[in-house]
């Protein structure tokens, strides 16, 4: 047992952890999350988050920048009440929303990621603006609203909204929401030419629904759309297709995203519902 000094000293998600053993299986949580703020020193905060997560046994693969954190990895499930209350211990997390993807049963080797990679980056998601453009636009406010996955499957087929899939090519090839109009891009960078020739001739006050797979492109998008364009009424789905999926699954409801979700790890791809709407070109599922 540890003594009350060594105990008043350890934080309290590191103490009495539960044995864990690499070469077993067990349960573990994937899980996505982002958020758009101010990092003055990358760097340090990386340095940070490593030290924070590892003794968590936390694999996973996460991006800082100057602009904030964009993180998806792999916890197990009897340390994820610890990860949580380590990440929320962090001021700039606190609130943070972490989207868990299905569970996942298995040793560390069929997980989805080898190690725990915390890389600074120029940006948390590469958007291709030139300097000029990025000091105009903020991702912390006048982003679109985020609306809960209960509202988007209430809302996506059943309005006049224009319904925007804001992934790539190759992932809305694979699935998609039936009333969305892909932008067909083959990059993000892309995104901003399709979004001004689509929406050309569209009220500014027209309702525009937006999605990708976790929800941070939707909030460039977003930021796009209110702040460049002059649209009004923008709103995102919240947490993406990772957390409306989980949210049918759990309500036992038919979904209305059809076919595969494209995912940016070892999986390739999560299988959302049986609907084959083409196969994925670098998985060939």
Known sequence: ???????????????????????????????????????????????????????????????????????????????FERFERATQSVEKLRGIFLNKDAEKKTDTKGLPFKNLHVRVRNQIVADGFDDERRARLSFERNVGEPISPSEWHNVVDG??????????????????????????????????????????????????LTYCTGGIRCVKVGAF????????????????????????????????????????DERMSEPITEDVISSCPQCEK
């Open 1 to 79: 047992l540890q003594n009350s000094a060594e105990t008043s000293t350890t934080p309290i998600w590191l103490q009495n952890l539960p044995d864990f053993t690499e070469s077993e299986a067990m349960d573990w949580n994937i899980v996505s999350f982002y958020k758009f703020f101010n990092v003055p020193d990358a760097e340090g905060f990386s340095k940070m988050l490593l030290c924070l997560w590892r003794p968590l046994k936390v694999f996973g693969r996460v991006y800082v920048a100057s602009e904030g954190i964009n993180a998806q990895v792999a916890v197990p499930v009897i340390f």
């Open 159 to 208: 309005s006049d909204a224009i319904v925007l899939d804001c992934r790539n090519n190759y992932e809305s090839n694979v699935g998609r929401f039936e009333t969305a109009e892909a932008l067909d891009t083959s990059y993000f960078r892309e995104s901003w030419e399709k979004l001004r020739k689509k929406l050309k001739n569209k009220p500014k006050s027209s309702e525009i």
């Open 225 to 264: 759309l209110e702040q460049e364009m002059g649209f009004t009424n923008v709103k995102s789905l919240e947490g993406g297709i990772v957390n409306y999926s989980r949210f049918v699954r759990e309500a036992k409801l038919e979904s209305k995203f059809k076919g595969t979700n494209y995912v940016f």
